[in-house]
């Protein structure tokens, strides 16, 4: 058990090194993007296609049955929500080595998982890697709806600066779980916790990207031009919207599960921990940004400063909470 | 883009809406605006305080004021947290504390937040709900004029009459779970009512979570008791070692049960240290066997475990604590019993080193008091100390100081079981007395100074600490909580949707035209226009090739 347990602390590195050439393969690829776009301009064809596309696809309907459509939509994913440019050889390049470096992590968490015979996510260390598992596996898989490969650097980075802190800082060594930490309703509570930050995690990046792009869309603000190679703000912020939501369901489960757990072992489902406190301001926080999307004046740009907070909230719970808030959960920490 | 939304709906925004005016709002804007009366004054804080964007002012507020609960210790649940940060800061402490910063979720401005918010929030179900009602009851709204401005807009020629293009299309609407109402030669159909509806419930189910905490909180209460082994609890108030009730409780609530502890086990692993090279005890378990014995006189043994309380008659027991309960015998000059007690002795460290103390009130020349350590498993360390290196009771030692004197007992001021108070009494073993504490293995006996008498480890059993709760709010909040979760998905999830289907006789067929509309938040919408187009088209066995071409679609 002691090898495999090192067998996964040499995964986790390796995954670790994958993730960080897939990050570097993004980043040039958003320079690429940024380098190229004036030659593409200078074509004096930059709005024509996406306008093309669509008299093509009404006729195409009116005219040739719907099998066409269906098809073009399936092709030119990017040019029906407003973006230009296909994804360049770089793209590729990364989204191949985020997806060896995902296998590698897999591995990592799984026999971590194996050498301690019980669930791999019951300390710091071992969160940080499923939670992170989780986030990397909701990008590659969100591919298979919607094209969001212009967030790789973003994720990418954000899962080697977070597997690098918590290998070094809070690797611990497989011990077996306190009588308070066996429960099936905690398995369920962390998994499910680690699945909402997953998804919160790349519905911030894409608020963060609407955010971007609204600025260079309204001011007109020079650099950082792979963002007209992004989808419109307003398709960004319907996207960040469905991936937030479905992030918001599975916070609204670590909720109640957290209670439910809470009441087996201490005796009452809500006593406002420190913990309890922030899943609280969270939720509150997340049910405030869906209220904001259905507000006048709340749309766009502050709905999305606030799905970015509710992500900060959540990162703050999970580092700053754990590590210096005291309360009955911090025994669970390192 | 702000997407196009159908003319009734009522994001809670205030702003008239073009048809339908829900009940509430139509009279408050018109003659009354010059002068506002009490009335008019009523009704506009009113409207402002159930406006979807007070709503939201206040969800957030509700974020920013639950912050300093995670930040001071709370004395709901860390009290002694409280007390030790008052001695810390006293200064800081009391304006703090006059800011009800250690009471935040009881507090006078975080009750009035969310009471507000709750106050806005009814105030916002109730006009939904009656909108929402007519509108399940009404049909679906006329056809617009112009389609063609609405989401997913095509146009399709098909051979047939407009009859049977209609007919056609309602059978395809229907068996898509569409309400179909034709106006002229064209079908209005609409579905999704499910959203609103999932929609309110879950603001309802969050009042019910309220309403519960709120009333049916009124009456639980929780007590805690220690037990040794071979002892019994019976519940009632007097024999709790501490008990706390809400409002409404009165102790003739206090089901009549008795609970004894049969046995106590504890299972450890042994860990090594990396840094120390000591060894570690991991606990694995913890479970207490109790016999319990209800009020209609039947005894059943269970096991209660850290994270699987068992119910007794609408209670619940946790198992919270344990350690050592050792029983110490004294005996006075002449031999005769003066104290048989098993004392519990609180756990120190992850080896179980413990510290009991132990009161002699009678029977003695003066009062005597004890402070003891134990050590489950002694070794004596370079030093001479002792010290526990392993958390079952291998090699069992017990080390006693002596105190003599006033204990401090009789002055009327409650004590607390798990201190001495020193104040009036002279130690006279070990510290700096120059006598050796007294060191008692299990079975063994030493003599008291003075010639006082002996004192005998005479037993070792186990105690836990076990928590009675009775906590009424439980079921109302899972039954809310459920039907929150449930219209929560539902409302997120189902779309709202309206599709419009246009018939035009043309000279060799019909020309057809399909748009929709969303309430809310609907991307898929142009593909479910598409998916009623194909369909119907394919009813009516295809498209037909003109030669005019369709119009494109203008934004
Ligand atoms: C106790 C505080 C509240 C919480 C925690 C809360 C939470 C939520 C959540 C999670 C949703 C999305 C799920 C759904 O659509 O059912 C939602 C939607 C909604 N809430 Fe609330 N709400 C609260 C108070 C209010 C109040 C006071 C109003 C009225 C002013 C309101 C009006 C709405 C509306 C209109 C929607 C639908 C938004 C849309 O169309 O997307 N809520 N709320």
């Not at chain 1, 429960?183 to 930050?197: G, Q, R």
């Not at chain 1, 398709?235 to 369901?249: C, P």
């Not at chain 2, 019993?337 to 460290?349: I, N």
Request: charge should be negative; proline fraction near 5%.
């Amino acid at each position: 058990m002691e090898n495999l347990a090192s067998l996964s602390l040499v995964a986790v590195y390796s995954a670790m090194g994958v993730y960080t050439l897939a990050f570097i393969a993004f980043t040039l690829d958003l320079a690429k993007r940024s380098a190229e776009l004036p030659a593409r301009a200078a074509s004096g064809a930059a709005g024509a296609p996406v306008i093309a596309t669509a008299a093509a696809s009404v006729r195409g309907s009116a005219a040739g049955g719907t099998a066409v459509l269906e098809r073009e939509k399936t092709l030119k994913p990017e040019n029906k929500d407003g973006s230009r440019g296909g994804a360049t050889v770089y793209q590729r390049v990364a989204f191949a080595l985020a997806i060896i470096g995902w296998v590698l992590h897999l591995a990592a968490t799984l026999t971590r998982g194996i050498a301690a015979d019980r669930v791999p996510w019951s300390n710091m260390f071992e969160f940080g890697l499923t939670a992170t598992l989780l986030g990397m596996g909701t990008f590659l898989g969100v591919q298979l709806w919607k094209d969001v490969r212009y967030l790789g650097a973003y994720i990418t980075g954000f899962t080697v600066l977070s597997l690098g802190i918590v290998t070094v800082n809070f690797y611990v060594d497989v011990v077996p779980t306190p009588p308070a930490l066996q429960s099936a309703w905690l398995i369920i509570h962390v998994l499910v916790a680690s699945l909402a930050t997953a998804f919160f995690a790349i519905g911030a990046g894409l608020s963060t990207m609407q955010l971007l792009r609204h600025q260079r869309e309204v001011r007109k603000t020079a650099g950082l031009r792979f963002l007209d190679t992004v989808p419109g703000a307003s398709t960004l912020e319907s996207l960040a919207y469905r991936i937030n939501v479905v992030g918001f369901v599975f916070w609204t489960f670590t909720l109640v599960a957290g209670a439910i757990w809470a009441e087996r072992a201490w005796g009452r489902y809500w006593g406002w921990d420190t913990k309890e406190v922030w899943t609280f301001i969270i939720w509150v926080l997340f049910a405030g940004y869906i209220h904001a999307r259905a507000t006048r004046g709340w749309r766009g740009n502050r709905s999305a400063w606030l799905a970015i907070v509710g992500f900060g909230a959540v990162i703050f719970n999970y580092t700053i909470v754990n590590l210096f808030f005291e309360g009955l959960h911090s025994y669970s920490g390192i | 883009m702000e997407p196009l939304r159908p003319s009734d709906y009522d994001d809670g925004s205030g702003a008239p809406a073009a048809i339908d005016e829900g009940p509430g709002r139509a009279s408050a804007d018109g003659p009354t605006q010059p002068r506002l009366g009490v009335v008019g004054w009523v009704r506009f804080v009113w409207r402002q305080l159930t406006s979807m964007r007070t709503a939201l002012v206040l969800l957030l507020l509700l974020a920013v004021a639950a912050i300093p609960g995670s930040l001071v210790p709370q004395r709901s649940s860390n009290p002694n947290g409280v007390v030790q940060y008052q001695r810390d800061d006293p200064e800081l402490f009391a304006v703090l504390d006059a800011l009800q910063l250690f009471d935040t979720f009881t507090s006078v401005w975080f009750s009035a937040i969310y009471l507000l918010l709750f106050v806005s929030l009814i105030g916002c179900i109730i006009p939904r709900t009656t909108h929402h009602w007519r509108a399940m009851r009404s049909r679906p709204p006329k056809t617009p004029a112009r389609l063609n401005r609405l989401v997913g807009y095509r146009e399709a020629d098909a051979r047939g009459s407009v009859e049977e293009a209609l007919s056609a299309g309602e059978a395809v609407l229907r068996r898509q779970r569409f309400r179909v109402e034709r106006y002229g030669d064209s079908l209005s159909a609409e579905r999704g009512y499910l959203r609103e509806t999932g929609n309110l419930v879950f603001h309802m189910a969050l009042v019910g979570v309220l309403a519960t905490v709120g009333f049916a909180g009124g009456f639980g209460y929780n007590g805690q008791k220690v037990i040794v082994e071979g002892q019994t609890f019976v519940n009632q108030l007097t024999t709790y070692d501490t008990f706390s009730a809400s409002r409404f409780f009165d102790d003739s609530r206090l089901d009549p049960f008795s609970l004894r502890l049969d046995e106590f086990e504890g299972v450890f692993e042994a860990a090594v240290d990396e840094q120390s090279g000591a060894l570690l005890a991991q606990p694995l378990d913890y479970t207490a066997t109790v016999t319990v014995t209800e009020a209609n006189g039947e005894s059943v043994q269970r096991d209660i475990k850290v994270n699987a309380p068992i119910d007794i008659q609408g209670m619940r027991a946790y198992l919270l604590g344990n350690g050592f309960a050792p029983v110490i015998t004294v005996r006075n000059a002449d031999g005769d019993v003066v104290f048989d007690e098993s004392v519990a002795f609180l756990p120190q460290d992850s080896n179980l080193t413990s510290l009991g103390i132990i009161k002699v009130p009678d029977g003695l020349p003066e009062q005597l008091g004890m402070i003891g350590f134990f050590y489950p498993s002694a070794v004596q360390l370079e030093s001479g100390a002792l010290s526990s290196v392993w958390p079952q009771p291998d090699n069992p030692v017990l080390t006693l100081n002596v105190f003599q004197g006033d204990l401090g007992l009789d002055d009327g001021v409650p004590r607390n079981a798990y201190a001495l108070d020193v104040d009036d009494l002279e130690q006279v073993t070990g510290g700096e007395t120059g006598t050796e504490s007294i060191v008692l293995g299990l079975g063994q006996t030493a003599e008291l100074p003075n010639g006082w008498g002996t004192v005998e480890f005479t037993a070792l059993p186990r105690f836990v600490s076990i928590d009675i709760h009775h906590d009424p709010t439980q079921l109302g909040v899972f039954v809310s909580t459920v039907l929150a979760i449930a219209g929560l998905i539902v409302s997120l999830f189902v779309p709202r949707r309206r599709v419009w289907i246009a018939a035009e006789q043309t000279n060799d067929g019909v020309r057809l035209r399909y748009a929709g509309l969303a309430r809310g938040e609907d991307p898929n919408l142009d593909g479910a226009v598409e998916r009623v187009a194909t369909e119907h088209l394919d009813r009516l066995g295809g498209r037909v090739e003109t030669s005019q071409p369709a119009p494109v679609a203008s934004q």
